[in-house]
């Protein structure tokens, strides 16, 4: 047990759709990463927060966004679902925001119909 | 963009042999860490490694980062049915933490 949590475990839904995923931290970390695995395209960095601030931006799209509330808890929301957002979406925690390692959360998964 | 190669991609054995995972880029990294991944679960840290030319070892486990900190190797001795699952590279740049992952190594040993 990596200490970070993810909910829910599980999520079907419908094209067009918009949907939160949770994660909190692992106690005492100050950053939350977001990835998305898929077969084809692998672990794909998201977005990182640092204490409520974004700090770093991968291949997010445009109809993701996420936050990072003040007990560092953090969201991920995406909005306008199509089929090929269907994949594994962890979040990661660390202390710092730099040279440090990373724990991930046990995932969600995401299934678009 | 930074790209990590992993190979082999897939790589089945028996239990008791020898093997090992590379990954390589272009690019420098100022760490390298490797992760397992097991079916339905997120990747675990194995090692971090940070200097060229370092090894660490973790039971039977042997991590290297290159001198130039461009290419890493995992060497698994005597590989159990546990150490099955997927094997991540992922390497961090100086500039900012987040991570890029390599392609994947799935291991699978067999009885």
């Known amino acids: 047990d990596s200490g970070v949590t993810q909910t829910p475990k599980h999520l079907i839904t419908a094209t067009g759709q918009r949907v939160t995923l949770r994660c909190s931290p692992r106690s005492g970390d100050l950053s939350v990463y977001w990835y998305q695995q898929s077969l084809d395209q692998g672990l794909q960095f998201l977005i990182q927060?640092?204490?409520?601030?974004?700090?770093a931006k991968g291949n997010i799209l445009e109809r993701f966004s996420a936050q990072q509330f003040p007990d560092l808890h953090s969201e991920l929301n995406l909005s306008s679902l199509e089929l090929g957002d269907s994949a594994l979406y962890f979040c990661?925690?660390?202390?710092?925001?730099?040279?440090?390692?990373?724990?991930f959360g046990p995932g969600t998964r995401l299934t678009v119909l | 963009t930074q790209l990590l190669e992993q190979s082999p991609q897939f790589l089945s054995i028996q239990e008791g042999e020898n093997l090992t995972v590379y990954c390589n880029s272009s690019?420098?990294?100022?760490?390298l860490q490797w992760y397992r991944q097991e079916p339905g679960e997120g990747p675990v840290l194995l090692v971090t490694v940070v200097t060229g030319g370092e090894v660490k070892k973790l039971k039977r486990l042997t991590f290297q980062f290159g001198d130039a900190r461009k290419d890493s190797s995992l060497h698994i001795t005597a590989a159990q049915p546990g150490d099955t699952g997927l094997y991540l590279c992922a390497g961090e740049t100086g500039t900012a933490s987040k991570l890029t992952f390599g392609t994947g190594t799935r291991l699978q040993v067999t009885l």
């Open positions: 990661a925690s660390s202390v710092w925001d730099s040279y440090t390692e990373q724990f």
């Open positions: 927060y640092y204490n409520g601030e974004e700090r």
């Open positions: 690019s420098v990294f100022s760490s």
